[in-house]
Structures are given as structure tokens and as C-alpha cells.
């Protein structure tokens, strides 16, 4: 008996590693966001996988295993995420959704921070006109690039497809990015207005629907103030980090204009290709409303209440209609604050409702059910105990007569909440489907519902479709049920704002520094500028933030040198090809001048090129390349005068006793442009192009801008390469120009190709002393010399031919020659040879 018990456990113990073996671990790093629950987050997380891993079809041999972090700070915990996610430890991660995105521009211009890195005494007491500011270093990856696209099982109600579901597809396209989802909505918390009613009663308010009005609650704040106590504030908020104030700076921006809101916005952020690839509905406002310019122009004939959004916010901060010391609240604070008779009104999240509601409405009900939820731990939520009650959330509201709570004015609202993201390190790239069907589990409609009953964790939803489902069903539902802690009939009255979406584009910086810098530049507005700093200093740098500088008038030059010296280009092909087989074009090869025209068309397409690259969101891995034309177009030349001298000087054609006429040119041609062509393409995998926005102080108007700017570690480097192997066949064209000089069939053409390089050395002079002008003066200095240069060259090269033929055709016209046979032949070479002598001294 003692042996088999011996063997069954050491059979058992085989069976365990076997398994062991075979199991697939996922492992995810959280957040605690479940802190105040007497079970664990990660017992939470773990054990609902556990439960619902077979329904969606998770195989049975996937587990996952949770690490919370032990910091208590979110700054913190994302510092710990991004390091960890360049690692091949963990799979999944819980971020906030704001943090997924914030290093994101498509101009990227490194970290800017104007407070402390730019100051304009400093930039104005230089003597050089124009000041280049390169921020502090430029990121190669985003954040995002890390994370997993998720793609495959994307599903959400976006009310006209055919997708069923709760779950707000506003929020789940926060997640979206250049045609990819990097991440599904774990959940989501908007702001409310909570009121006290026994001091608004005090002035007479009874109706409290009222309160959706934000003159009427700035009419209420002030007649308290004058006739009950002028030491009362209006509203309580937190606004002590860059993210609370531009929520609040977002949503006080349409509760003063709210004409400006609508869902008309197609997205931007999401592609830099095409943006007919995505047709996503979103709030924008550089779409719907009236633009950017809103946050940094200013009309100072205006009411200090009215004009530009910060003097706006300085009124009614200064009125005591905000708590000034909110600048310095957390929303913990602000709300405690509220409760203790600080304020007549608190705005908050979805966290705060659950806290007055546990702290203050229970209480004045219950004493045991207050002694329930007010305890540090506690496994029973509101809405275990609420059902013994029949009661919601809601209700406890307006049964209430001291607190009550509303949608902000208007029912503008911001949103944050958590998302789930994949690692997309490539040692999990096997494990895709796993870490992806995780992903879905644990954000699903019935996932979030079940947090919402269980744990007070608000989904990301759409209210109105579950306010639709409520009233076709006669018996309740899970969703019914959540309802009961969560305000969906409040909910339902929001017009959600996307903090990301509203300021994250193409020509914007990050968001990171956009809310940094807005959040300090207000509060240097606030504590220390008036509006002459307002209008002169401080909206310039947000300007600087929201907008590239795109000189517009000088690209509508650069668009007209490209188009007319492409179109000169092309009547020049046009005339060498209708005159091919007259014999001068054919002694000057015309295959070879279309394709030496072609090549120098480089100069004019480079104009256009340059200019058409950053508006059109095109990486700039294209425009280097461009110089393979040009390079083309001297080896075609090159190949010319080639074959010119081996027919001219074929005995003579040798080089320290080599003779240059059994040289393989074409092939030697071809080799050297394959050379060219392939360090161009390490150019490319070594050192890529793209454009970042370079930041610089103008001095001739006082303003800080930014310029799209083609950028390049190696850049440089590559140049120089390119620079020798591109000389090579130059010095060959002037040498072998020089022993075809004193030829009738090239001498004018020698003298117009020395003229030409004459042009372009001067060419290169004015480019480097046009560096130091002006940007808009430069582009178009610059722009001229290549037009120029391009003209010039063909002008000086190509066309004495093209009129030589031409003059020829007119003389011929009008002195036909006299028809005799017997000379017939010596006549007509005397004829030829006359006109070109003519020719030649007339063009001489």
C-alpha cells in the first residue's frame, strides 16, 4: 500500500510538470486600482479569467498571472510601464488612455518646455536676426510602437454598423492610430457638477435644472456672494496637474461657445498617409469649431469675462466663481474641501460620486448601511447593498436634501479612464492571439459590467444604448443593475470631449508638452502677467505648440518655378524629339540630351518636392533620392561626349596610354548609378529621413515658430559620399568637353556648358549667404537660384541646338538649291556645310 501511494504521487508529480510544461503563461502588469477592495486586484483580474476564459474560447492550457505594482502614484507606475515594455516580461499592461499617445507628433519635436528652456530676453540681446532653438534630443519610437496592434477582434457600437454593444466606439478610437487599434477601453470616468442644495436654496433656487446653464450658475454664485457670504467659493475642482486643467480648460472653452460643438469631425491624428482611409467620427474642434486660433487669439474690446480662454479663466477665478486655491487641489482635496462647506458647487469624476455617496447620502439614511460602506475594506459594493433597498445612486440624489449632482453646463464632458495594451516585443510574436483574446476578455461589455456592479469601476459605454435596451425590456438586467451605482440617465445627457483627439494632429506637438505648457503658461498668465503679457508673449508660444508655420506665400512661388521650369523641360524633350532625325540633333545624340533634360529636370522637381513632402504627411524617405536624376542626367551627357570623341579624336582618345575608346562606357555608366543608387538606399536603413518641426525665435516679428524640417542623424555624412560620386562623371564631362572645344558641332555648346557651371558656382555662393536670412526670404532665394541653375543649364546646352536646326530649316526655305545633277551630290555637301559655317558665326 505504502509503494502505491508512492507512485500515485509520483505519477501526479510527472502529470504536474508535464503541464507545467505545456501551459502558456500570459503575465500582465496593473495598476492597483482596486485598492479600497477587500480582494486583491490581482485576485480580481486572475479569477475573473479564470471564469470566463472557456466562453471566449481561451484554450484551457492559457493562464494568466497578475503583477500590480507596489506605487501608489501614477507618474510613477507609467515610468515603470514604458521601461518594462522594451522588456520580454510582461505581456499586457493597464495605462491610463491619455498615456498611450502623449509623446506623439507627427512633426516631433523631442520635449519643449518654454518656462524653463526659452526665454525671450535671452533670444532678443543676440545681434543674428534669426535664432534656431533645436529641442533637447529627438525620439526615435514612440510608445506606442511597443504595443501590440489589436486589430483582429475589434468590436464596438458605433451605431451604424452592424456591431452590437455598450461599448462607446468615441473611446475605443482613442485608441487608434495610423490604421491600427493599440488599445480596448478597460474603462471610463466623465465629470459631474454636484451642488449643495441647502445653499442654493438660500437664494431661492428650487428648480435645479437651472444648473445645466452656466450663466445662470455664474448669476447664482455671485448673488450668494453679495447677499448670503462673500466668503463662500462658487466651485470646488482639482486643477493641480497639466491633465485635471486642460479638462477643465476643454470643457469651459464649449460651455462658453457651445454653438461650436458637433460629431461633423473626420479623424486626423489616426493617419499619416491618406485620410480617406479613415472615416472616423470624433469631436475635433480644428474642425468643427472655429479653429486653433481660439486659444491663442485674443479680442481685447471685450468683457474681461469674454475674449481669449485664459483671460476668461483669470475673471472668474479672480470673482471667486472657481476656488483659486483649486490650482493647487487635487480632486481628493477639492472635494473634501466641498463637503466641509468650502464651495457651492464641486466638479468631479465618477470616483467622487461614489465617495459622497458612500460618505455623505448613505448616512443620513442608514446607519448601517453607512457603517458598511464607510469601511476601509469592504466586500459589499454599493449596488449589493442598494438592491436590498431598492434604491439607486440617482435616487439617493434627489431624496437627498443637502447634496445633489447634474451634468456639467451644457453637458460638456472630458473623459479618462483606463485602457489594456499589448506588448508587441518580437519574442511574443507567437503568442499574438493569446495576449490579444486576454485583452478582449478582460475589456468586454460583460467584464466591465461586472466591475461596475462589483467594484464601482464605470465602463466605457454608451448610455443611450442602454437606456434603449431598458425600456424594450420588461424584466431587469445586468445592465439595469449596473445602473443602479452608476448615473446612466445623468450619463446619457454628456457630450463626451477626447482630450487626445481635440489637440493631437499632424501639426501639433505632443500632447504631453501641450498640456505641460498650457498648465504653466496660464499660471504664469495668472499669478504674474497681465493681458499685454497675455496678448504678446504668451499666446505666441501657445500658437508655437498647436500650429507648424507653413510659409505659405513662398510655397505658392515654389509650386510656380517648379511648374514652369517642368514645362520647359518638357517643350525642350518635345522639340529634340520632332527634330531627331535632322543630322545636327542626330550628331548630338538625341537620346541622350532627353535624357540629360530629364536629369537636369531634378532642380524643378526638387522645388516641388520639398514643399509638397510635409504637407502631404509624407515620410521623407523619397527626396534624396531625387539626386539620382540629376546624376542620371550628367551620365547621359557624359555618354554623349563619349561617342562624340571616339567618332572626333578615336586615335587620339587615350589617357596615359589607355585607350579610352575600348572602354565599356555603358556599362561603367550603369555601375557607378547602381553605386550611387545603393548608398542612397543605406542612407535610408542607416540614417531615415523625416520631418520634425524645428523650433526658432524670429526675431523680425518676435515670435517663437515652428518649420518643418527634414531631419537626419547621419545626414551629413551620406552628402559627402554622394557629393564625390556624383563629381566623378562631372570632371570626366569637363575634360572630355575641353578636347572637343575647338569641334565646330560642339564649340558653341562648350561655351554654353562652361557659362552654366559658371551659374551654378555662383549659385552656391547665393544659397550659402541666403542661410542667414530670414526662413521665408531664404526658401525663396533658394528656390530662385535652383530655378535658375535648371534654366540655365538647359538653356546654355540644349537650346543652341534645337535653334541651330531651326535656322538651318528657315534658310533652307528660303534658298532652295539649284538643281543640277551632275554636282548634285558635291552641292548638297557644300550646302550643309556652308549652313553650319553660317550658323556658327551668326551664333557667334
Known amino acids: 500500500m505504502f509503494i502505491m501511494r508512492q507512485f500515485l504521487k509520483l505519477f501526479i508529480l510527472i502529470i504536474n510538470i508535464i503541464s507545467f510544461t505545456y501551459t502558456t503563461i500570459i503575465n500582465g502588469y496593473f495598476y492597483d486600482i482596486f485598492r479600497e477592495s477587500e480582494i486583491s486586484t490581482k485576485n480580481i483580474i486572475e479569477s475573473y479569467f479564470e471564469n470566463n476564459k472557456k466562453e471566449f474560447g481561451i484554450k484551457p492550457d492559457v493562464n494568466l498571472i497578475i503583477t500590480v505594482s507596489n506605487t501608489t502614484n501614477y507618474e510613477d507606475y507609467i515610468k515603470e510601464v514604458k521601461n518594462e515594455i522594451k522588456q520580454s516580461k510582461y505581456h499586457c499592461f493597464l495605462i491610463d488612455e491619455n498615456s498611450l499617445f502623449d509623446d506623439y507628433s507627427y512633426y516631433h519635436d523631442g520635449e519643449i518646455d518654454f518656462l524653463k528652456n526659452y526665454n525671450e530676453i535671452d533670444v532678443s540681446a543676440t545681434d543674428d536676426n534669426r535664432i534656431q532653438i533645436l529641442t533637447k534630443d529627438f525620439e526615435e519610437n514612440y510608445f506606442y510602437t511597443y504595443t501590440l496592434p489589436l486589430n483582429k477582434y475589434l468590436k464596438y457600437d458605433d451605431e451604424k454598423s452592424k456591431n452590437s454593444g455598450y461599448i462607446n466606439y468615441r473611446i475605443y478610437e482613442d485608441g487608434q492610430l495610423n490604421n491600427n487599434y493599440y488599445a480596448y477601453p478597460f474603462s471610463a470616468s466623465y465629470d459631474l457638477l454636484f451642488y449643495n442644495k441647502k445653499l442654493l436654496n438660500q437664494v431661492g433656487v428650487v428648480d435645479f435644472n437651472i444648473l445645466e446653464n452656466w450663466s445662470d450658475i455664474e448669476r447664482i454664485i455671485l448673488e450668494y456672494q453679495q447677499k448670503i457670504d462673500n466668503t463662500k467659493y462658487g466651485i470646488n475642482m482639482g486643477l493641480d496637474s497639466p491633465d485635471s486643467f486642460m479638462s477643465f480648460l476643454l470643457e469651459y472653452f464649449h460651455i462658453k461657445n457651445n454653438e461650436s460643438y458637433n460629431e461633423c469631425a473626420t479623424g486626423q491624428l489616426q493617419s499619416k498617409m491618406n485620410s480617406k482611409s479613415n472615416k472616423i467620427k470624433y469631436y475635433d474642434y480644428n474642425k468643427c469649431g472655429l479653429g486653433y486660433e481660439i486659444f491663442y487669439e485674443d479680442n481685447i474690446k471685450k468683457e474681461a469675462s469674454e475674449g481669449h480662454?485664459?483671460?476668461?479663466?483669470?475673471?472668474?477665478?479672480?470673482?471667486?466663481?472657481?476656488?483659486?486655491?483649486?490650482?493647487?487641489?487635487?480632486?481628493?482635496?477639492?472635494?473634501?474641501?466641498?463637503?466641509?462647506?468650502?464651495?457651492?458647487?464641486?466638479?468631479?469624476?465618477?470616483?467622487?460620486?461614489?465617495?459622497?455617496?458612500?460618505?455623505?447620502?448613505?448616512?443620513?439614511?442608514?446607519?448601517?448601511?453607512?457603517?458598511?460602506?464607510?469601511?476601509?475594506?469592504?466586500?459589499?459594493t454599493i449596488n449589493s447593498i442598494l438592491q436590498n433597498i431598492n434604491l439607486t445612486t440617482e435616487n439617493i440624489f434627489k431624496e437627498n436634501d443637502q447634496f445633489g449632482v447634474t451634468v456639467l453646463p451644457n453637458g460638456y464632458s472630458t473623459y479618462s479612464g483606463y485602457v489594456l495594451i499589448g506588448n508587441n516585443h518580437?519574442?511574443?510574436?507567437?503568442?499574438?492571439?493569446?495576449?490579444?483574446?486576454?485583452?478582449?476578455?478582460?475589456?468586454?461589455?460583460?467584464?466591465?459590467?461586472?466591475?461596475?456592479?462589483?467594484?464601482?469601476?464605470?465602463?466605457?459605454?454608451?448610455?443611450?444604448?442602454?437606456?434603449?435596451?431598458?425600456?424594450?425590456?420588461?424584466?431587469?438586467?445586468?445592465?439595469?443593475?449596473?445602473?443602479?451605482?452608476?448615473?446612466?440617465?445623468?450619463?446619457?445627457?454628456?457630450?463626451?470631449?477626447?482630450?487626445?483627439?481635440?489637440?493631437?494632429?499632424?501639426?501639433?506637438?505632443?500632447?504631453?508638452?501641450?498640456?505641460?505648457?498650457?498648465?504653466?503658461?496660464?499660471?504664469?498668465?495668472?499669478?504674474?502677467?497681465?493681458?499685454?503679457?497675455?496678448?504678446?508673449?504668451?499666446?505666441?508660444?501657445?500658437?508655437?505648440?498647436?500650429?507648424?508655420?507653413?510659409?505659405?506665400?513662398?510655397?505658392?512661388?515654389?509650386?510656380?518655378?517648379?511648374?514652369?521650369?517642368?514645362?520647359?523641360?518638357?517643350?525642350?524633350?518635345?522639340?529634340?524629339?520632332?527634330?531627331?532625325?535632322?543630322?545636327?540633333?542626330?550628331?548630338?545624340?538625341?537620346?541622350?540630351?532627353?535624357?540629360?533634360?530629364?536629369?537636369?529636370?531634378?532642380?524643378?522637381?526638387?522645388?516641388?518636392?520639398?514643399?509638397?513632402?510635409?504637407?502631404?504627411?509624407?515620410?521623407?524617405?523619397?527626396?534624396?533620392?531625387?539626386?539620382?536624376?540629376?546624376?542620371?542626367?550628367?551620365?547621359?551627357?557624359?555618354?554623349?561626349?563619349?561617342?562624340?570623341?571616339?567618332?572626333?579624336?578615336?586615335?587620339?582618345?587615350?589617357?596615359?596610354?589607355?585607350?579610352?575608346?575600348?572602354?565599356?562606357?555603358?556599362?561603367?555608366?550603369?555601375?557607378?548609378?547602381?553605386?550611387?543608387?545603393?548608398?542612397?538606399?543605406?542612407?535610408?536603413?542607416?540614417?531615415?529621413?523625416?520631418?520634425?518641426?524645428?523650433?526658432?525665435?524670429?526675431?523680425?516679428?518676435?515670435?517663437?515658430?515652428?518649420?518643418?524640417?527634414?531631419?537626419?542623424?547621419?545626414?551629413?555624412?551620406?552628402?559627402?559620399?554622394?557629393?564625390?560620386?556624383?563629381?566623378?562623371?562631372?570632371?570626366?564631362?569637363?575634360?572630355?568637353?575641353?578636347?572637343?572645344?575647338?569641334?565646330?558641332?560642339?564649340?558653341?555648346?562648350?561655351?554654353?556648358?562652361?557659362?552654366?557651371?559658371?551659374?551654378?558656382?555662383?549659385?552656391?555662393?547665393?544659397?550659402?549667404?541666403?542661410?542667414?536670412?530670414?526662413?521665408?526670404?531664404?526658401?525663396?532665394?533658394?528656390?530662385?537660384?535652383?530655378?535658375?541653375?535648371?534654366?540655365?543649364?538647359?538653356?546654355?546646352?540644349?537650346?543652341?541646338?534645337?535653334?541651330?536646326?531651326?535656322?538651318?530649316?528657315?534658310?533652307?526655305?528660303?534658298?532652295?538649291?539649284?538643281?543640277?545633277?551632275?554636282?548634285?551630290?558635291?552641292?548638297?555637301?557644300?550646302?550643309?556645310?556652308?549652313?553650319?559655317?553660317?550658323?556658327?558665326?551668326?551664333?557667334?
Open 309 to 380: 480662454i485664459f483671460r476668461s479663466m483669470k475673471y472668474i477665478l479672480n470673482s471667486h466663481i472657481i476656488n483659486p486655491n483649486s490650482l493647487s487641489y487635487n480632486e481628493s482635496q477639492a472635494l473634501e474641501n466641498f463637503l466641509n462647506g468650502e464651495s457651492i458647487f464641486f466638479k468631479g469624476n465618477y470616483s467622487s460620486f461614489i465617495n459622497i455617496v458612500k460618505r455623505i447620502y448613505i448616512s443620513s439614511n442608514d446607519f448601517t448601511l453607512s457603517s458598511a460602506l464607510n469601511s476601509p475594506k469592504n466586500n459589499n
Open 426 to 844: 518580437k519574442n511574443f510574436s507567437q503568442l499574438y492571439d493569446d495576449i490579444t483574446q486576454i485583452i478582449v476578455l478582460l475589456t468586454s461589455e460583460k467584464a466591465q459590467i461586472d466591475r461596475s456592479i462589483n467594484y464601482n469601476i464605470s465602463p466605457a459605454f454608451n448610455y443611450n444604448s442602454i437606456e434603449e435596451e431598458e425600456k424594450e425590456s420588461s424584466s431587469p438586467t445586468t445592465t439595469t443593475t449596473m445602473c443602479q451605482s452608476i448615473p446612466c440617465h445623468i450619463y446619457k445627457k454628456l457630450k463626451p470631449i477626447s482630450l487626445t483627439k481635440t489637440f493631437s494632429n499632424k501639426e501639433s506637438v505632443t500632447f504631453y508638452d501641450i498640456t505641460k505648457n498650457f498648465y504653466g503658461l496660464f499660471k504664469k498668465y495668472y499669478y504674474e502677467g497681465d493681458d499685454i503679457t497675455l496678448q504678446n508673449v504668451l499666446l505666441d508660444k501657445i500658437k508655437t505648440l498647436l500650429t507648424v508655420h507653413h510659409i505659405k506665400w513662398c510655397y505658392a512661388f515654389a509650386i510656380i518655378f517648379g511648374i514652369l521650369g517642368s514645362l520647359y523641360g518638357i517643350i525642350l524633350i518635345r522639340l529634340i524629339y520632332k527634330n531627331r532625325n535632322e543630322k545636327i540633333i542626330k550628331k548630338s545624340y538625341p537620346v541622350a540630351t532627353i535624357i540629360f533634360i530629364i536629369g537636369m529636370s531634378y532642380h524643378f522637381i526638387d522645388i516641388l518636392v520639398e514643399i509638397l513632402l510635409p504637407l502631404n504627411n509624407i515620410e521623407s524617405t523619397f527626396e534624396h533620392h531625387l539626386i539620382t536624376l540629376e546624376l542620371i542626367g550628367y551620365s547621359a551627357y557624359l555618354y554623349k561626349l563619349w561617342k562624340m570623341n571616339i567618332k572626333i579624336n578615336k586615335d587620339k582618345f587615350k589617357i596615359c596610354g589607355l585607350n579610352l575608346s575600348k572602354l565599356p562606357i555603358i556599362l561603367i555608366l550603369i555601375i557607378h548609378t547602381l553605386i550611387f543608387i545603393t548608398v542612397n538606399i543605406l542612407w535610408d536603413i542607416k540614417s531615415p529621413r523625416k520631418y520634425i518641426a524645428l523650433i526658432y525665435y524670429n526675431k523680425s516679428v518676435g515670435k517663437y515658430e515652428r518649420l518643418p524640417l527634414s531631419y537626419s542623424t547621419y545626414e551629413k555624412y551620406f552628402i559627402y559620399i554622394l557629393t564625390f560620386i556624383e563629381t566623378l562623371p562631372i570632371i570626366m564631362i569637363l575634360y572630355l568637353a575641353y578636347t572637343l572645344r575647338k569641334e565646330s558641332i560642339f564649340y558653341d555648346e562648350f561655351k554654353g556648358l562652361m557659362y552654366s557651371i559658371l551659374i551654378i558656382i555662383i549659385g552656391v555662393i547665393g544659397k550659402s549667404y541666403a542661410f542667414y536670412l530670414e526662413q521665408e526670404i531664404r526658401v525663396l532665394i533658394m528656390d530662385g537660384i535652383c530655378l535658375i541653375e535648371g534654366i540655365s543649364i538647359l538653356t546654355l546646352v540644349v537650346l543652341p541646338k534645337i535653334l541651330e536646326v531651326k535656322y538651318r530649316k528657315k534658310l533652307k526655305k528660303n534658298n532652295p538649291p539649284k538643281n543640277n545633277n551632275n554636282n548634285n551630290d558635291n552641292n548638297n555637301k557644300y550646302s550643309e556645310k556652308s549652313l553650319l559655317t553660317l550658323n556658327i558665326n551668326n551664333d557667334i
